[in-house]
């Protein structure tokens, strides 16, 4: 079945500075991949997602690329702010497109 | 708001307890489900309904207990669970028609004593 891998569990940047979170999959059936935001006390939400016919897509301060020959996606945020700090999410649909299966979250901290 | 409420948010029970979690959307979708979450540990899906079938059931024990009267509402029936079933309960929704961006309620908290 599907793995996805995702690093690092927990990164701090400076207020301004630009985040990256890389995440693994090893279905190459796979071609639906979200990223979540999750806050203390909610539940996670949608920030931005791209399909296995595109390499990159980007929403504002928001990136995300595809790499399907390597089999790796990674998200990016530019210009962080303080309320940028959650936990985020990757995921990717198993190979039937039927379920995602998410990575293990990684803690970002933005210091202002 | 995501529009998918869950109650309650918070829940402590005994391993002889039976309590029921709910989630409702308010979203018009047709799919629905239940995922686990534990501390430093991906998410786990339990179970999907679509149209108020029950697709998946990710080899869940028979502890936890899934019931979906309508497109619009699920509950999670629990009963005789154990200290490490102690993690928070997220329901989400979705349209249905294929994999897409799935609404997440805030989660229930549940602590087993």
């Known amino acids: 079945g599907e793995n996805v891998e995702q690093h690092p569990s927990t990164l701090s940047v400076q207020e301004g500075d630009s985040a990256v979170i890389k995440c693994t999959y090893s279905d190459s059936a796979s071609n639906y991949f979200p990223w979540y935001k999750q806050e203390l006390g909610k539940g996670p939400q949608l920030i931005i997602d791209?399909?296995?016919?595109?390499g990159e897509k980007k929403d504002q301060r928001i990136a995300v690329t595809l790499n399907k020959t390597a089999k790796h996606f990674s998200l990016h945020i530019t210009e962080t702010q303080p309320e940028d700090s959650a936990v985020y999410f990757c995921a990717a649909s198993d190979g039937y497109g039927n379920k995602l299966v998410f990575g293990a979250g990684t803690i970002l901290r933005v210091k202002s | 708001e995501t529009g998918v409420t869950q109650t309650p948010r918070h829940l402590v029970m005994g391993m002889t307890n039976k309590k029921s979690l709910k989630c409702e959307q308010h979203l018009g979708h047709n799919a629905m489900y239940w995922y686990k979450q534990s501390a430093k540990k991906p998410l786990e899906l339990m179970f999907v309904y679509n149209f108020k079938e029950q697709t998946e059931n990710n080899s869940v024990p028979s502890r936890f207990s899934p019931e979906c009267p309508n497109s619009s509402h699920l509950f999670l029936h629990l009963h005789t669970l154990q200290p490490e079933d102690s993690a928070l309960y997220l329901c989400?929704?979705?349209?249905?028609?294929?994999?897409?961006?799935?609404?997440f309620g805030p989660g229930t908290r549940l602590t087993v004593t």
């Open positions: 989400a929704s979705s349209q249905g028609r294929e994999l897409d961006e799935q609404y």
């Open positions: 791209i399909r296995s016919n595109v």
